[in-house]
């Protein structure tokens, strides 16, 4: 089996969940599982439904992600990837955007993709 | 142990420890530790100790403003997210920072870093 680049996956993922977010946020269902955790702004939500349920409650119409930056490392023996965002949000409407930071701890499925175990996202301010 | 009051106690060690004496962060990691430092990968204590010791500046000060942390997974590790400001001395303007880590714990019932990954936030 070939080993992919954690880097290239750590990428790839991160395209695929924030272009995901600002087209077709129900669509992050694909994403989480039963025993996922989700920190959004200090408030904790488990498992997908509710987690979905959240993302496709924010306040606004649409949205767009731009990404500053993605570091990546392995995260122990269970082949988990932890994967650390940072960037600019754009709502609509609004004229100022808003800066993020989000960490998601990504675990291998068994056809060989990944879910999202963990994910803690946290508005910067000024 | 409260997971939220580990993950408190935590991070105020390791910033007290950082901003007091940072070769004492030594004891914080192991061979397998792995820091990215704005975007610069540094793997085990003795490296990661080097790049934080060396950093430019003589004294700074982080101030905490939030915490996050949740279960890693079945290996008893938790992840814990902060964001803060980090004062360097002489310097007038704060810095804001971003860091998250990946604590695991030992077997005498404590927890060292495996993952750590620092960037600042520029405005």
Known sequence: MAALDPDAVAKAFVE???STFDTNRAGLASLYQDASMLSFEGQKFQGTQNIT????SLPFQQCQHHITTVDCQ??????????FVSGNLQLSGEQH???FSQMFHLM????????VFNDIFRLNYA
């Open 16 to 18: 695929h969940y924030y």
């Open 53 to 56: 349920a959240k993302l496709t």
């Open 97 to 99: 955007t808003l800066k």
């Open 74 to 83: 392995p995260s122990g023996p269970a082949g988990g990837m932890l994967v």
């Open 108 to 115: 291998p499925t068994p056809q060989g993709s990944f879910y």
